[in-house]
C-alpha cells in the first residue's frame, strides 16, 4: 500500500487521476471501477478537462459503478446514475452502453445483484477508484461485511445516511434505506485500487484502514492485504498518519 499525502482537495484529486492515467495510456481499453460521492468529483474533472485538452480517450473503456440506491429512479438527481452522468459521462466520449451501474429498481434485486456479479468477473476491472465512509466502509459495505461478499442488498447504517442527507435537502428521511453494492470480493478482484479520502471527518477511518487490525469492523482494512493500493488523502484526512 502506497500513502499519499496531499495539501488539500484539488492536489489529492490531481494525485489521484496521475495514478489512473498511467492506466489508461497503457490500456485505453481499461475497465474503470467507479465512485460516487463528494470525493470523486475532483478526480472526475480532472478526467474531463485532460479529455478535453485531448490528451485521453474514453471511447474503448468499459465502467463498472460501485453501487446505486435502491428504489430511485434513474433520472431522479440523487440516483447514482444521474450522479455519474452528470458528473463524468455526459462530458467524455465513453460509449453509453459501455457504461454500468447496478440496477436498484430491479423486480428480484438478488438476481440483479448476481448478474452484475457476473458481469464484473467477466470483465475484470484494471482500477478501482474508491472513498472511504467515516465507519470504514467501501461501497456500500458497512461494518461487518463478510470480506467473501459478492454484489448484494444493503440495508444502510443509520450514520450513513445522516451522512449522506446533505444530498436530500439535510432531510434523512428522503435518503433510501437500502443499497446494491459490489461485495468485498468483487472490490478486491480489481488489479489496482485508489482510495481518496478527504476532510477530518474521514481522518479515522483511514488511520485505521492504514494501520489497524484487518477487521470487519472496517471494512476498508481488508485493503492492507491487497497487493496495489495507492491511498490519496489531504491534510485533514491524514491527520493521524503523521
Given at each position: 500500500?502506497?500513502?499519499?499525502?496531499?495539501?488539500?482537495?484539488?492536489?489529492?484529486?490531481?494525485?489521484?487521476?496521475?495514478?489512473?492515467?498511467?492506466?489508461?495510456?497503457?490500456?485505453?481499453?481499461?475497465?474503470?471501477?467507479?465512485?460516487?460521492?463528494?470525493?470523486?468529483?475532483?478526480?472526475?474533472?480532472?478526467?474531463?478537462?485532460?479529455?478535453?485538452?485531448?490528451?485521453?480517450?474514453?471511447?474503448?473503456?468499459?465502467?463498472?459503478?460501485?453501487?446505486?440506491?435502491?428504489?430511485?429512479?434513474?433520472?431522479?438527481?440523487?440516483?447514482?446514475?444521474?450522479?455519474?452522468?452528470?458528473?463524468?459521462?455526459?462530458?467524455?466520449?465513453?460509449?453509453?452502453?459501455?457504461?454500468?451501474?447496478?440496477?436498484?429498481?430491479?423486480?428480484?434485486?438478488?438476481?440483479?445483484?448476481?448478474?452484475?456479479?457476473?458481469?464484473?468477473?467477466?470483465?475484470?476491472?484494471?482500477?478501482?477508484?474508491?472513498?472511504?465512509g467515516?465507519?470504514?466502509?467501501?461501497?456500500?459495505?458497512?461494518?461487518?461485511?463478510?470480506?467473501?461478499?459478492?454484489?448484494?442488498?444493503?440495508?444502510?447504517?443509520?450514520?450513513?445516511?445522516?451522512?449522506?442527507?446533505?444530498?436530500?435537502?439535510?432531510?434523512?428521511?428522503?435518503?433510501?434505506?437500502?443499497?446494491?453494492t459490489?461485495?468485498?470480493?468483487?472490490?478486491?478482484?480489481?488489479?489496482?485500487?485508489?482510495?481518496?479520502?478527504s476532510?477530518?471527518?474521514?481522518?479515522?477511518?483511514?488511520?485505521?484502514?492504514?494501520?489497524?487490525?484487518v477487521?470487519t469492523?472496517?471494512?476498508?482494512?481488508?485493503?492492507?492485504?491487497?497487493?496495489?493500493?495507492?491511498?490519496?488523502t489531504?491534510e485533514?484526512?491524514?491527520?493521524?498518519?503523521?
Amino acid at each position: 500500500m502506497i500513502v499519499i499525502q496531499a495539501k488539500d482537495y484539488d492536489e489529492m484529486s490531481l494525485k489521484a487521476y496521475e495514478a489512473m492515467k498511467i492506466v489508461l495510456t497503457e490500456k485505453p481499453e481499461a475497465v474503470l471501477g467507479l465512485a460516487t460521492g463528494s470525493t470523486p468529483i475532483g478526480l472526475y474533472k480532472c478526467m474531463i478537462a485532460d479529455y478535453k485538452a485531448g490528451a485521453v480517450s474514453y471511447k474503448n473503456t468499459t465502467s463498472i459503478n460501485l453501487d446505486e440506491y435502491v428504489g430511485l429512479p434513474v433520472t431522479h438527481p440523487e440516483s447514482y446514475r444521474s450522479f455519474m452522468n452528470r458528473n463524468l459521462f455526459d462530458h467524455i466520449d465513453i460509449k453509453p452502453e459501455n457504461t454500468h451501474v447496478p440496477d436498484g429498481l430491479a423486480e428480484d434485486l438478488q438476481k440483479a445483484a448476481d448478474e452484475y456479479t457476473a458481469f464484473a468477473a467477466a470483465h475484470p476491472i484494471d482500477v478501482q477508484i474508491l472513498g472511504i465512509g467515516a465507519n470504514g466502509h467501501i461501497g456500500f459495505n458497512e461494518p461487518g461485511t463478510p470480506f467473501d461478499s459478492h454484489t448484494h442488498v444493503v440495508t444502510l447504517k443509520e450514520g450513513t445516511r445522516r451522512d449522506n442527507a446533505r444530498f436530500f435537502d439535510n432531510d434523512i428521511s428522503l435518503v433510501p434505506t437500502h443499497a446494491v453494492t459490489l461485495g468485498m470480493q468483487d472490490i478486491m478482484n480489481a488489479k489496482a485500487v485508489i482510495l481518496l479520502a478527504s476532510g477530518a471527518g474521514k481522518a479515522d477511518a483511514v488511520a485505521k484502514m492504514i494501520k489497524g487490525p484487518v477487521s470487519t469492523d472496517c471494512p476498508a482494512s481488508i485493503l492492507q492485504t491487497h497487493p496495489n493500493v495507492l491511498v490519496v488523502t489531504d491534510e485533514a484526512a491524514g491527520y493521524y498518519l503523521n
